[in-house]
């Protein structure tokens, strides 16, 4: 299982965002891209509308078997890679094999401040 799936439902429960934080920095991810980058190099984002209207988000997995049936090329990367790379604004999908959490923009801007 997921170490951030469970991270979320305990944050859900305690209404406590702040759980979440050092798993998802600790974490390694495959993002969705639009081309794949070279080393040092930031990747191309490959944004889709996210679960809140008329702002874009990034989608991400612990696992590419996630991610499998999406056709874009994954990039690699810690969470903490993520949070620094990201462009402010974007939000994040995280997907499982079961469903999907979300980070929206405000708590992403309240992760970078912490």
Known sequence: MSPLKPAFQQARAERNIDLVLPLLKAATLYVVVGAQAKPGEKPEWFLTPSPTKDRLCVTVSETEAALAKIKWPKH?????QLLEALPRGIEIVIVYGDG??????EHLDWYRKA
């Open 76 to 80: 690699k990367l810690s969470g903490a």
């Open 100 to 105: 999907a959490d979300y980070i929206t923009r």
